[in-house]
Structure formats: structure tokens, C-alpha cells
């Protein structure tokens, strides 16, 4: 299996859009739902940003200027869907009454690892741009260049959220033991 970032050789990508976007999803698409996943918190919104991104890459894959970027143009587009997604979550939340129960996935109830559930609690319990920064460069394994390039920030913003969030998970970790 390729890595988060690797392209793809001219010889591994099929010609034809269809194919070539077929290949890619067959490789990448669990990877890219836990990605989305780690960011929404919810596994169907997560699918829903995975298709969207493999869509998206479909309709534009003539006018991409590099074809073997196509894993990298689909880690950004489901990053940025992402983001929009939990913006929008914000946004509505910000204008409706909460919910009286809210139900975890049925992959977060499946998980029989208690310890990586509380781990993922306090990372969803992260302020966005930190869960952000956490997710890019722990699930993606991006440097804090690349992820400043992401999010559009300086490398010093980067390396202070990641300094929380660190501090953060590991002050709640440590309560739990």
C-alpha cells in the first residue's frame, strides 16, 4: 500500500479517468474515510466527504495538471471537506437547540479497546485547529511545513497547537490511568 503522500509511477495509473479513479479508490478509500473520520467524528459524514473528494478528482481529472498528484489532491480534498463539514456543524449548532441524545457510530461502539476510545474522545474534544494539526500530522504523518501549507499558517502556529494539543491529551490520558 502506498503512503498518505507518495504519487503514483505512469505505469501504476490506469489511462482512462474512470479506471484510474477506480484504482485510486480501491486503494485509498478506508484510509481517507478514517482520515475524514478523526476530523467530523462521525462515520457517515466522513463517507459522504470520501465520496465527494473521489467525485470531485473524477470530474476535474482533465484539468489536473499532474495525474500522478492524484493521492496528494485527494488527502487536501478530503482535509478541506472536512473542515467545511465541521464549520458547518458549528454554524448549525450555533443556531439549534442540541439534541437531547446523541448516539455514537457503530464503529466507535464496535472498538473493544477502551484505551484508544478515550484516546479518541480527547482528540475529538480538541479545539478544531488543534484536532487539526493533531490529525495532519499524526494520521497523515505531514511535517509542520506541510501542514502550515495546509492550513495556511505560519509553522510557529503549527508547532503551538501541536504543543497544546499534545499537553492536553496527555494531562487527560494521565487522569484516566
Keep these: 500500500m502506498r503512503g498518505a503522500d507518495e504519487s503514483w509511477g505512469s505505469a501504476d495509473l490506469p489511462r482512462s479517468p474512470r ?3 477506480a484504482a485510486l479508490f480501491h486503494v485509498h ?3 481517507l474515510v478514517g482520515l475524514a473520520g478523526l476530523m467530523v467524528d462521525d462515520r457517515e459524514t466522513a463517507e459522504e466527504v470520501v465520496q465527494d473528494a473521489f467525485e470531485q478528482l473524477y470530474r476535474r481529472w482533465g484539468t489536473l495538471r499532474d495525474p500522478q498528484a492524484a493521492v496528494a489532491y485527494l488527502n487536501r480534498s478530503v ?3 472536512a473542515r467545511s463539514r465541521v464549520r458547518r456543524r458549528f454554524t448549525e449548532r450555533s443556531f439549534t ?3 437531547a441524545g446523541t448516539v455514537d457510530s457503530a464503529e466507535s461502539a464496535g472498538v473493544d479497546n477502551r484505551r484508544r476510545d478515550d484516546l479518541m474522545e480527547a482528540v475529538r474534544d480538541l479545539p478544531q485547529r488543534q484536532r487539526e494539526v493533531i490529525v495532519l500530522r499524526y494520521y497523515l504523518d505531514l511535517s509542520e511545513e506541510q501542514i502550515a501549507v495546509w492550513l ?3 509553522t510557529g502556529s503549527v508547532k503551538k497547537h501541536a504543543h497544546r494539543a499534545t499537553a492536553a491529551l496527555q ?3 494521565e487522569a484516566w490511568a
Design 19 to 21: 479506471a484510474a479513479v
Design 29 to 31: 478509500y478506508r484510509r
Design 79 to 81: 482535509v478541506n471537506g
Design 97 to 99: 437547540l442540541p439534541d
Design 152 to 154: 495556511g499558517v505560519s
Design 171 to 173: 494531562k487527560r490520558m
